[in-house]
């Protein structure tokens, strides 16, 4: 099984060997360290006893297990049906990472090949939406992108504080609004400043808003909308921050937020708390949603190209 995706490989291009084995390093134990509770749940389950796949009771121990791990019912029952169909299972740890990474795996690449690419980034307040925007944009610049972010949430007047302290730390330049202006009219404006600069990427931040909040999740909308109006094929990534720690909601988030303004990936935040990232397999399985990103801590090069058979093996093998 492959071990860890690279930023190289996400972005299309080239790396030196040397390169991809210091990102494949320390990543995995990390990871592991990471993926607290759903790690325990499933191990746990899995550790106790051998697994007789005649014994009706230790089928429905492992399908709870996989469901206190937020795996969600769904994915969890084809898992299961995918388990039974196998012949013989000599080690149900090992047989269910290799189900979960074939599950989960989706073809994952970052279209930033535009000569301008929008990056929209959207989601439920507090997730790590203007953080991962800071580790994003300095990734990038590391990757020799010239990077504007936008600052398009206006309600808070230290949002734009916020996001402007990362635009620094990570080498990017930095539009703004008034606050309580409109936020499309931000994203307007460093559209058109991205374009006499000569830049490469626009990341567009946005408020926190509640997948349930019909007037805030239409402002979005327009959001999108004037993006797409002013620059062609525009955005090209439209990336919804999920928080692990909650859980199961992470996946009604996704939902709402998808049929609003066409999400095309999934960046999981706060998996290194005692975060149950088995919310990233319902995602993926019933959403059909790539989960492109994992954030790792609230330092600068703490994001990371999510790796399906990495993720699944953490998961499940702890
Ligand atoms: N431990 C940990 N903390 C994170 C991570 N990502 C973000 N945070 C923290 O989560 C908190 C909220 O992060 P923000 O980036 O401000 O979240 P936001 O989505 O922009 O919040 P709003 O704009 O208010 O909706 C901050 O304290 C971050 O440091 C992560 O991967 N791990
Ligand atoms: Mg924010």
Known sequence: MRVSRTWSELLGEA?????????????FSRLRDSLGKSR???VGQIAAAAFDPGDEQAWERLEEALIAGDVGVRATAELVRRLEE?????????????????????????????????ILVVGVNGTGKTTTIGKLAR?????????????????????E??????????????????KGGDPAAVAFDAIEAATAR????VIVDTAGRLHTQINLMEELVKVRRVIAAKLE????????VIDATTGQNGLQQARLFAEAVGVTGVVLTKLDGSAKGGVAVAIAYELDLPVKLIGLGEQLDDLRPFDPGDFAQALVRG
């Open 40 to 42: 325990k749940a499933l």
């Open 15 to 27: 790396e030196s060997p040397a390169e991809a084995e210091e990102e494949r390093r320390g990543f």
């Open 198 to 201: 000569g830049s490469d990427v």
């Open 86 to 118: 196998r012949v013989e299972i000599i080690d149900l740890g090992q047989a269910l990472a290799e189900e979960i990474a074939l599950m989960i795996d989706r073809p994952v690449s970052f279209d930033l090949s535009a000569q301008l690419s929008v």
């Open 233 to 240: 094929g525009a955005p090209q990534e439209t990336l919804l």
């Open 139 to 159: 990734v990038l610049h590391q990757h020799g992108r010239s990077v504007l972010v936008a600052a398009a949430d206006t309600y808070r007047a230290a949002a």
């Open 161 to 178: 504080e916020q996001l402007q302290i990362w635009a620094e730390r990570a080498s990017a330049d930095f539009v703004g609004g008034e």
